[in-house]
């Protein structure tokens, strides 16, 4: 089968940093599923993996990837949820091959059925980011998913980026939160309107000095870390998924009380957690409330064939750190 992934872990603008290979087909035990991928999107994590362990050469190809839609063409023995014929979209493990290649193998437990109505282009732009933010904001930081938290504010920090777009609908529409999205550009602050935020503030300005009740962070951490004491209220809640780089300074924020929650959307997946089926539940969930209108897609972009040189191009622009929702690729080359 076809497959895009690397040996050696090399800057973007290298020829060899993404290949196109042929790799063998795996095939589906216990509760693994066997999908034809028919989309993938890309993520930054995909750049991370890229580069991570630069200076150690793969034995085996390492694929990368971890969002996709496509059809599953067979089940293990063990699975219960789905079976060969099913539409499907998940963003998979980052501890197995991901999801550049024309057939992976996924834990049906991390899986959803594919929104109705949404092709596999715009099905796949939505996993990843939705699992995200869906676990920080309701698993991780306790914000109400039916509004028990309406009319509070939260300050979504990279409104207009992959995790953003999804995060201002769930803070909008399901949370009921009054959400303040930044952004730097006309494209990327009306690209934040549309989705719901209320106003915006220019994060290429030092940030305002206005208090929320929950922050939400999309950006670098180090970065912001220093602000968070006074825009965040007393009692206030912090989410953060980028990792931190260096010691942080945990003091500045206890004479306010505020939390700081961590999410990796990983952590389940990897650690084989007893409620990994939550992940399950919420694809399905979002595609209900995407099937009723009450989220919508983030695809901004769709790439063209899963190729080596379109998804250097997508690596490119996600480094770049200005991309406005997701970028999409769909199909194979012949
Ligand atoms: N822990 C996890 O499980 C997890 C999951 C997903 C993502 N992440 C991480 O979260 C980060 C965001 O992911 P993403 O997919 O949303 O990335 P993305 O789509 O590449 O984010 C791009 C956005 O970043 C905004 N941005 C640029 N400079 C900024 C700044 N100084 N402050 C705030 N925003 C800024 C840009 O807005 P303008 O164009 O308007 O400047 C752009 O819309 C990445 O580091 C990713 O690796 C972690």
């Not at 790799?23 to 034809?36: C, K, S």
């Not at 004491?229 to 007393?234: E, L, V």
Request: charged content about 25%; aromatic content about 6%; overall charge positive.
């Amino acid at each position: 089968m076809k497959a895009v992934g690397l040996y050696r872990h090399l800057p973007i603008d290298h020829p060899e940093s993404l290949l196109d290979l042929e790799v063998e087909a795996p095939v589906a035990t216990g509760r693994d599923l066997l999908v034809e991928v028919k989309a993938v999107s890309v993520n930054p994590v995909d750049a991370k993996r890229r580069i991570a362990g630069k200076d150690q050469a793969e034995t085996a190809p390492k694929i990368l990837g971890w969002d996709a839609a496509g059809v599953v063409t067979a089940a293990g023995p063990d699975c219960r949820l789905f079976k060969p014929g099913d539409a499907v979209y998940y963003a998979g493990s980052v501890i197995r091959p991901g999801s550049n290649s024309q057939w992976q193998l996924v834990d049906e437990r991390i899986v959803g059925r594919k929104p109705a109505n949404l092709a596999f282009a715009e099905a796949a732009a939505l996993p990843l980011t939705t699992l995200t933010a869906w676990e920080l904001m309701f698993d991780r930081m306790g914000i109400s998913k039916a509004g028990a938290h309406e009319g509070r504010s939260v300050l979504i920090l990279g409104g207009a980026g992959g995790v953003g777009s999804i995060a201002i609908q769930l803070a909008k529409k399901l949370a009921k939160l009054k959400v303040t999205a930044s952004a730097s550009r006309p494209v990327s602050i009306a690209w934040c309107r549309s989705l719901g935020a209320d106003e915006t503030v220019d994060h290429s300005r030092p940030i305002e000095k206005r208090e929320f009740d929950f922050i939400l962070c999309f950006h670098s951490s180090d970065h912001y870390w220093r602000s968070f004491p006074a825009i965040a209220k007393p009692q206030g809640r912090i989410g953060l998924i980028v990792r931190t780089t260096r010691p942080v300074d945990l003091a500045i924020l206890h004479d306010k009380s505020i939390a700081v929650c961590l999410e990796g959307m990983f952590t389940r997946s990897t650690f084989q957690t007893p409620d990994l089926k939550a992940q399950h539940e919420v694809l399905e969930e979002t595609a209900g409330l995407v099937e009723a209108g009450v989220l919508k897609g983030t695809m901004t972009r769709n790439l063209g064939r899963i190729d080596a040189a379109n998804l250097r191009k997508a690596h490119k622009m996600l480094e770049d750190g200005h991309v406005t929702g997701k970028l999409v690729l769909e199909g194979w080359p012949r």
